[in-house]
T-cell receptor, first 113, second 110 residues
Framework: DAGVTQSPTHLIKTRGQQVTLRCSPK?????VSWYQQALGQGPQFIFQ???????QRGNFPDRFSGHQFPNYSSELNVNALLLGDSALYLC????????????FGDGTRLSIL | QKEVEQNSGPLSVPEGAIASLNCTYS??????FFWYRQYSGKSPELIMF????GDKEDGRFTAQLNKASQYVSLLIRDSQPSDSATYLC??????????FGTGTRLTIIP
């Protein structure tokens, strides 16, 4: 039973570039949430996708956008990268409706030069 | 005021002793809490969740929830070097959106 998978594992970009991160949820899960974790901080909620729509959004600018595909996988896009976007980006999946905790992928480490 | 607060540590505990990690929260309506463990460079791993007041035990781990005082704690008995990690307290909100504390870095000293 595959867990949450993310790609790539590491990425280096320069300021102003655009990046796309990918996530496949745990088998049987239909909801994907994205989090940003800066060094030494707890993860911060970016947004959540369910039924191919953004259902909830955290306090992140419009440079952060996403998409969910019919197979429940998801992408996170970040435009006009800033140095402050350097972080570990985590994807978590869950099944609606449920109170069960989310399962996290191993994350994508994004470094902006 | 932050919704979830944790002491960032570092917290050092001798091997075999009890490690105590605490988390306070501001939303009196919060009903459940999760504890995640995160090794350096890795993703958070769920180790405990608690939905009701009181204690919940799972092996060497005990989660304690006190809704009146608005705190939740995690006790690790017989601490092992492999328990050295950052421990994150998380509060689930609408649609299971998680609000995390900043995490407490725990070091078990052999």
């Amino acid at each position: 039973d595959a867990g949450v998978t993310q790609s790539p594992t590491h990425l280096i970009k320069t300021r102003g570039q655009q990046v796309t991160l990918r996530c496949s949820p745990k088998s049987g899960h239909d909801t994907v949430s994205w989090y940003q974790q800066a060094l030494g901080q707890g993860p911060q909620f970016i947004f959540q996708y369910y039924e191919e729509e953004e259902r909830q959004r955290g306090n992140f600018p419009d440079r952060f956008s996403g998409h969910q595909f019919p197979n429940y996988s998801s992408e996170l896009n970040v435009n006009a990268l800033l140095l402050g976007d350097s972080a570990l980006y985590l994807c978590a999946s869950s099944l609606q409706p449920t109170r069960q905790p989310q399962h996290f992928g191993d994350g994508t480490r994004l470094s902006i030069l | 005021q932050k919704e979830v607060e944790q002491n960032s540590g570092p917290l050092s505990v001798p091997e075999g002793a009890i490690a105590s990690l605490n988390c306070t929260y501001s939303d009196r309506g919060s009903q459940s809490f999760f504890w995640y463990r995160q090794y350096s460079g890795k993703s958070p791993e769920l180790i405990m969740f608690i939905y009701s007041n009181g204690d919940k035990e799972d092996g060497r781990f005990t989660a304690q929830l006190n809704k009146a005082s608005q705190y939740v704690s995690l006790l690790i008995r017989d601490s092992q070097p492999s328990d050295s990690a950052t421990y994150l307290c998380a509060l689930p909100g609408g649609n299971e959106k998680l609000t995390f504390g900043t995490g407490t870095r725990l070091t078990i000293i052999p």
